[in-house]
Every structure is written in C-alpha cells, then in structure tokens.
C-alpha cells in the first residue's frame, strides 16, 4: 500500500524462449546470496498449471525469537490486495448488486465529483480522489484504528487531483471506498465476504484479512536494514483494508491467481474485463511485459513488506514473493524467476558499494524539489549512510555506487548528486527527474 516514490514493473523486450525445465540451481544461487547478503528476507513460489515448480523462504518471520521463515509463513501482501477487492467487485457486479457504471453519490455524495465517479473510475485509478496515503499526516495515524466515519471525513475533505476519467491516478483512497461499498451491498465485514467469495472457495489455508501480527501463527514481522535488520512499524489494518491488508503465502498467491484467471470466482467475461486497459493498469490488475509476452497481477508494498503477483496465461504460470525485510528489488527477483523458466539470461547482483568519508556526505543534506513530479526528498545521514524521504512516505537508506552516485535497490532508485549546483537526478523505471535544493 506504501511506495517508495515510484512503483516501476517489468520492462524487458526480446523474443522468448520457452524451457521444459525450470532452472531450481539458478534462483537457488541468486537466493543464497541474498540470504548470506542480508539483502532480502522472504519467500517465493513458481506454479504452472496448478503444479508448483519451486517454494522456498529466507531470512527471519520473527527476529526476536530468530524463527525462520518456511513456505507457509504469512506476510502482509499489500496492494495485491487489490485484485481480491477488484475480484469481490466483479462478483457483486455479476450477482447485480453494483453496476460498474453506477456513480459514487448514491454512497459517499461528500466526496467531491461524487455524482462524476464511476465504480469503474475507482477501479481503474481514474476517479481523481486524492490518495491518503500520500500525505505528511498519513505516517501521524497509520499505525492506530479508524473507523469507516474517519477515514470517510478524510478523504471527503481533501479537494480532487483532477477530473474523472480525465487520467490515471494511483489512489489507495479509490479501493478503502470500494470497501465500504462491497460491505453495504452485502451487508457483511469485508473478511467475510472475502472469507466467503474467495478464500474457502479456493481453499486458501493460509490467508486471510489482516489484524495485528501474530508470530506464534507464523505471521512475519517486516524490517528495515540500516546497520542490521531492524524492525518496522505495524499500520492498523482497519486503514489499508481492501486497498492492503489481505495477508497470505506465495503458494495461496499462486492458486488465488489460477483460480481467477480460470473463472472460478467471476466468469471469464469478468476476468476479460478485468484485463481491459487503459494505459497499464485494468480493473484490479496490472499488466507485466516480459520480453514478447504479457503477464497480469500486481505488485504490493505496506511498512516494510514488498510483494508482487503475475500470472502469464500464455503458459498457465504464475510466481508470486513476498518479503519482509527489502534489500533487494522483488522484480529482480522476479525476472530471476522468470528467467529459470524460460531460459534466459540472468546477471546476478555483486553488491559492491563504495566507501564515502561521512564529512563529504555533508554536501547532500537538504530538502529537494522538482518541477517535474509533485513529491519533495529530504536526504539526511545518520553516522557515514545517507537517507531519503519523499514526502508522506518513509525514509530510505542509501548505497554509495560512487561518491557522486547513491541507490536505494529495492525500489530501483538512483541518485545523482552535483552539489555545486545543487543539484540531484532521480533515475527510477528508465525516467530521469531533476531535483534542486531549496
């Protein structure tokens, strides 16, 4: 549910080639490193045509107690908690109880251009309500409960990012919404109708909608590296609901996933629907391009979780990780993943970084704006490391690449420093933007 500035999905073009046999040594060796790194701590399942070809977890569910995590240990998925939401929608739909076209005033009319946004709009990031989540005071309140009436009073009074249907604009604030929505027309808390819809359906053991994180039922804690693994805050998952707070396992990911796309929660006009875009991004899903073929799910991330879901139909495939402790980009991982079936090539990471004098990081601190994107980074440094934070989101440590140059690797940012003009470049997703110091 939380980004880290920018969510950036697979972008690699070539011509595919297909293995009989999925290359286990090579994902095993990429994880290896990771766990004797300490760049990433979680878990990963590959399952083609309802077969698992590969599950395996690394690191730590719970570093107090030093449990290691297991395939079954459960972490929160995030924004993958999308496609249920966007799934119990179409099922609503299906069972006419909601039209995809029926506009928001008939629930919410305090929410401005309500009598303008569609169910659809809302599910396709469309309807222009400002997403909560980006704002300074999200990070005041994320971690205690709200109720359906508090959460209503803040997005209702905060003004619209633009005109509905106008562009695509990724709000969280669009499925809390659809939330409450599912709950009045089935008059039922959204665990149930989740519990009822897709969960038991599917027999998906070991997921389920999220409250406070349980270790002694293998529930992971998440973490942040700064010097070591440290561990992060909880957000009260009365906030994120059917925006993030749906927790679950690589392999119920998988079958989730397979189950969808085979219609057996919507039918597979629904399902066709879904996967109408406008732009990257459908009714619930995301769309992943690997080299000539095109995968559908979507990525997550809330506290210090990161997860990503894709299901290739092309080849009845689908990988899902979930990580709890992020040093590591998961879209590396998966395209290793990727890369094991389909036998392409694969660069392992070295994770070499260079030594920085702390003195000269001085020339750095400050606040940054840009003209090009409407978020402002601060970079501080705690002893020789330094840290960024867009604003309304968490800070992020930074790897020294060169003494001008810094990474934050699981999100895929870079910056460059030139601080005789005050000056610093994003890179992130293939797009540059430019940063000055105020």
Aim: aromatic share 12%; proline share 4%; charged share 20%.
């Amino acid at each position: 549910m939380k980004r880290i500035i920018i969510i950036t999905l697979l972008t690699v073009v070539a011509t595919t080639s297909f293995s009989q046999t999925f290359k286990r040594q090579r994902l095993d060796s990429l994880l290896n490193l990771l766990d004797e790194k300490e760049k990433f701590m979680g878990s990963i399942a590959v399952s083609q045509n309802g077969k698992l070809l590969y599950t395996r977890a690394i690191g730590y569910s719970d570093m107090a107690t030093a449990h290691k995590a297991d395939p079954n240990t459960q972490y929160r998925v995030g924004s993958i908690t999308k496609m249920f939401t966007a799934t119990l929608i179409m099922k609503a739909v299906e069972e006419n109880k909601l039209s995809l076209d029926q506009t928001l005033d008939k629930y919410y009319p305090q929410v401005e251009n309500a009598k303008k946004i569609t169910i659809r709009h809302m599910l396709m990031h469309r309807s222009g309500i400002h997403n909560l989540t980006n704002d300074s005071l999200y990070m005041t309140y994320n971690t205690q409960p709200k109720t359906e009436k508090e959460l209503m009073e803040i997005i209702a009074n905060t003004k619209s990012d633009f005109e509905p249907g106008s562009k695509f604009g990724y709000s969280n604030s669009n499925y809390i919404i659809l939330t409450f929505i599912l709950e009045k027309v089935y008059s039922k808390p959204y665990a149930e109708i989740l519990k009822n819809k897709i969960i038991t359906p599917a027999g998906l053991a070991n997921t389920h909608y999220g409250g406070k994180i349980d270790p002694t039922k293998n529930e992971a804690f998440s973490y942040v590296y700064k010097t070591s693994w440290t561990k992060e805050m909880e957000t009260d998952m009365s906030i994120p609901l059917g925006a993030g707070a749906i927790v679950s396992t690589p392999s119920d990911l998988t079958v989730f996933s397979e189950n969808l796309f085979a219609g057996k929660f919507v039918s597979t006009r629904s399902v066709d629907s879904m996967k109408t875009f406008n732009g990257n991004y459908g009714l619930g899903l995301g769309k992943f391009p690997y080299y000539d073929i095109f995968g559908y799910g979507h990525t997550g991330g809330i506290d210090g979780f990161g997860s990503v879901l894709v299901y290739f139909p092309s080849e009845q495939l689908s990988v899902a990780i979930t990580g709890n402790g992020l040093g590591y980009t998961t879209n590396n991982i998966l395209l290793c993943a990727l890369s094991c079936y389909y036998n392409n090539p694969f660069d392992m990471p070295n994770f070499k970084t260079v030594a920085i004098n702390a003195e000269s990081l001085d020339q750095y601190l400050g606040k940054y704006a840009s003209s090009q994107i409407p978020i402002k980074i601060q970079i501080t440094k705690v002893e020789n490391k330094l840290y960024g934070q867009a604003s309304g989101q968490q800070a992020f440590p930074l790897e020294a690449m060169s003494s001008t140059t810094f990474q934050y690797e699981p999100a895929g940012v870079v910056l460059d420093f030139n601080a005789e003009k005050k000056q610093m470049v994003l890179k992130q997703g293939g797009q540059s933007f430019m940063f000055t110091k105020e």
